[in-house]
């Protein structure tokens, strides 16, 4: 059965930065594009990157230029490292497998002063 499991969110100030990973159990992470969306308070869940499993990249243009998706598939993880993170970044954000449709739990990112 595959998990994801997300970790890494937490309190920043404006600004700062921080780096979340998930982690997927199961042979399906290195044949599977995967991707970080994000929830914030009221609002409806939004695609902020993807990467492919030859490492391609997208991003929304509210992250561009400050987030990096990144993989590893020795390790079944997919990173992505936040900088300049800003109030509005804040949000429950969550990985998901595309290839099968499957979201982790979710980890809380909060900036805030």
């Known amino acids: 059965q595959v998990q994801l499991v997300e970790s890494g969110g937490g309190l920043v100030q404006p600004g700062g930065s921080l780096t979340l990973s998930c982690a997927a159990s199961g042979s399906i992470f290195r044949i599977s594009s995967m991707a970080w969306y994000r929830q914030g308070p009221g609002e409806q869940r939004e695609l902020v990157a993807t990467i492919t499993p030859g490492s391609s990249t997208y991003y929304a243009d509210s992250v561009k230029g400050r987030f990096t998706i990144s993989r590893d598939n020795t390790k079944n993880t997919v990173y992505l490292q936040m900088n300049s993170l800003k109030p509005e970044d804040t949000a429950v954000y969550y990985c998901?497998?595309?290839?099968?449709?499957?979201w982790g739990q979710g980890t809380q990112v909060t900036v805030s002063s």
């Open positions: 998901k497998a595309s290839s099968i449709g499957l």
